[in-house]
């Protein structure tokens, strides 16, 4: 039982270039999460996806695009890299919305 | 809006010493708190859970205390080992933007076990 997967786990881009962060959860989970965590903070909600076919926005939306593929799949698309979005970026799934949520082991992303 | 504090940013304890996390939030209606580890390099794991009904919770070597009344949850972590060296998140659940319920993360502490 994998849980939640992200690819990749380490990228490093220039600015403006673009890219996707997958994620998959095989728990048939209905909610699904991006979050954002910066050094020496807490984490913040980019999008999430409450059942499939839905997305909603987070905290902290701008510059981000996301797609909820089918359940199992939840994608964060980044259109024109900048700088201000190096982070580390983790997936969730929960059973429903705001409950108990499961966690990938995050994507470690450098703008240059 | 919404925010979650904590009273140690930092925290260190003897190996084998108990140890008390503190975490204070603003949203009076959460009804749903989780406390999260996550260790140097992974995501964030669950640890324990407490719903609102209820002002204290057991499991495995921690206890979730909840006071309502003054919005304060702590998470007490018996004989603490090498491996609880993490940092720890409380995530009360509160409403979001557009009426959604969400997960609130504070900016965790960190506990440090010495040996």
């Known amino acids: 039982n994998a849980g939640v997967t992200q690819t990749p786990k380490f990228q490093v881009l220039k600015t403006g270039q673009s890219m996707t962060l997958q994620c998959a959860q095989d728990m048939n989970h209905n909610s699904m999460y991006w979050y954002r965590q910066d050094p020496g903070m807490g984490l913040r909600l980019i999008y999430y996806?409450?059942?499939?076919?839905?997305?909603d926005k987070g905290e902290v939306p701008n510059g981000y695009n996301v797609s909820r593929l089918n359940k199992r799949e939840f994608s964060l698309r980044l259109e024109s890299a900048a700088p201000s979005q190096t982070s580390v970026y983790f997936c969730?799934?929960?059973?429903?919305?705001?409950?108990?949520?499961?966690f990938g082991q995050g994507t470690r992303l450098t703008v240059v | 809006g919404e925010s979650v504090g904590l009273h140690l940013p930092t925290l260190s304890v003897q190996e084998g010493d108990n140890s008390i996390i503190n975490c204070a939030y603003s949203?009076?209606?959460?009804?749903?708190f989780i406390w999260y580890k996550q260790e140097s390099g992974k995501g964030p794991q669950f640890i324990i859970d407490i719903r609102s009904n209820m002002d204290k919770r057991q499991g495995q070597r921690v206890t979730v205390l909840l006071n309502k009344t003054v919005k304060h949850l702590s998470l007490q972590i018996a004989a603490t080992q090498p491996g609880d060296s993490a940092v720890y998140f409380c995530a009360p659940r509160g409403t979001g933007g557009q009426g959604a319920q969400k997960l609130v993360f504070g900016q965790g502490t960190r506990l440090t076990i010495n040996p």
């Open positions: 949203n009076s209606a959460s009804d749903y």
């Open positions: 996806s409450a059942s499939e076919g839905t997305t």
């Open positions: 969730a799934s929960s059973e429903v919305l705001a409950s108990r949520a499961f």
